[in-house]
């Protein structure tokens, strides 16, 4: 049975604050944990249903495990239908990206992307085309929110993510920059070479103007019909898909 005080804290880990004041953030469901465990990131405990025992593979001894019942378990996790476990994991040490990580590779920038599904099925995107960086503005949305977590299904703990100063960084780098705009030349046309960024804008408003001058290679998606725009993280897996099948490895 798990305390009171045991109860409040993780209950507090569903808030931003005290995930920053405590440097610890939550992931929910077998699958997430299993592709959590052998990763760079350091679980600190799990709580699970009795049933769900028996499916964690080898576990450091460094972690705590915790059996609760059904009710402990609505009362800490942070979804409507809970999912029979849950861990609590160490956010890593934040630390700037440089240019030689950015070199032979194609990263995504995010120029303040709000909504945290979006923001988790991109990261799962990267990660299914190869993509290892995610850089993202400072007033992109936390990339611990539960609601991102979940979007990924496990593929953070594959992809790096970095949080700072978009336009310095974008103003250091020697590689080239894409970005996905309306005014952009065909993506079926362009030529992405072996290397480069890829940015991405804001749901509502797209790239930023501070942003949008450091843009040498402006892209958009060719459309067909009548819709006024396209989802980022859809935008993001076309654009993506794209630059894996032409880029040379």
């Known amino acids: 049975m798990l305390s009171k005080s045991q109860i409040g804290f993780i209950k507090s880990l569903h808030q931003k604050k005290f995930r920053k004041e405590n440097g610890i953030f939550i992931i929910e469901g077998i699958k997430s944990i299993i592709e959590f465990v052998p990763s760079a990131y350091q679980i600190h405990s799990i709580y699970y249903l009795a049933e769900y025992k028996s499916l964690l593979p080898n576990l450091p001894s460094n972690i705590k495990l915790f059996e609760v019942n059904n009710a402990e378990l ?47 099925t991109i990261i799962r995107t990267a990660d299914w085309f190869g993509f290892k960086n995610v850089i993202c503005s400072l007033n992109t949305v936390e990339v611990y929110n539960p609601k991102t977590i979940q979007a990924t299904m496990g593929s953070l703990c594959r992809v ?78 076309i654009l993506c898909s794209d630059i894996s099948r032409n880029f040379k490895k």
């Open 74 to 120: 609505d009362k800490i996790s942070t979804l409507q239908a809970p999912q029979g476990i849950l861990a609590l994991v160490h956010i890593p040490k934040s630390v700037p990206v440089n240019d030689k990580v950015l070199k032979n590779t194609f990263s995504i920038l995010l120029d303040g992307v709000q909504d945290p599904g979006n923001l988790g």
């Open 160 to 237: 790096n993510i970095f949080y700072q100063d978009v336009s310095e960084l974008l103003e250091k780098v020697n590689i080239p920059i894409f970005g996905a705009l309306l005014e952009g030349k065909s993506s079926y046309e362009m030529e992405w070479g072996n290397e480069g960024i890829l940015i991405l804008g804001n749901e509502g408003q797209g790239i930023t103007t501070e942003v949008k001058k450091f843009i040498q290679f402006p892209v958009t998606i060719p459309r067909v019909g009548l819709a006024e725009s396209l989802n980022v993280a859809i935008s993001a897996g």
